[in-house]
């Protein structure tokens, strides 16, 4: 479709142009006012999810949780797609932490500037979507112009640009498609070790048929336009 060819030819554009120097550049002038929204709106949706991971943490130390408590981690456990939970089974509670967790500003960042076209592209002008995410009802989106004849499908829209973000940062924490990267996230927080975007970005294969080609794009957007040390709170 006519958004993954354009995000094809920014891959190519970002590798070709990182490759040639493996030389910093500064954000353009006309992006920088885009990506100092996104990453606010990025923020702000990490800071949600840390409450609800705080919270989540909070209940694991009780010794008797309430009716509350139980309704509460029923309906946290729903929306992070994990079937079932039973509080009395200390493997429910890692598999539930290993999903409500944050994403870190910098892959979010350049998943969206590579998707959106720095948020030019028509998905994000007409539907919010800065991270070309797909819905397969009739109505749920935009119709893409170049359609696949495989499955149908439409490129989701969104009232606001952060609904499209908090949908961006569960989809990475539920979907199977994901495990690793929540995996490998896990085990950099018990080794309390840094949870980098360069590092998470090594398990986004199956974000774009382009495979490890794609893994090395996102990887040279970070390390180009030094998204890992942008004045962001990641928490």
Known sequence: MAQRYLSRLLLLLTMTLYGMDNIAKPIPIQHQAFVAQLDLLITEANHDIQRERTKLLRCQQKRHLSHSDNKYLKTLATQ??????????????????????????????????????????????????????????????????????????????????????????????????????????????????LISGQVLAGHLASYSAMGQQYIDAIRSLIAMYQLEVLPQTNT
């Open 80 to 193: 992070y797609r994990l079937s079932a939970f039973d509080p009395s089974k200390d493997d429910d509670w890692t598999k539930l932490l290993k999903r409500v967790d944050t994403i870190p500003n910098s892959l979010a960042l350049a998943q969206a500037i590579n998707e959106s076209a720095w948020g030019t592209s028509r998905f994000a002008q007409q539907g919010h979507n800065l991270y070309g995410t797909w819905c397969y009802r009739k109505g749920c989106g935009i119709v893409p112009l170049h359609a696949s004849n495989q499955r149908y499908f439409e490129v989701k829209a969104y009232p606001q640009f952060k609904d499209s973000v908090e949908d961006y940062l569960l989809n990475l924490n539920s979907h199977s498609q994901y495990k690793a990267l929540r995996e490998t996230r896990y085990q950099l927080h018990q080794e309390k070790r």
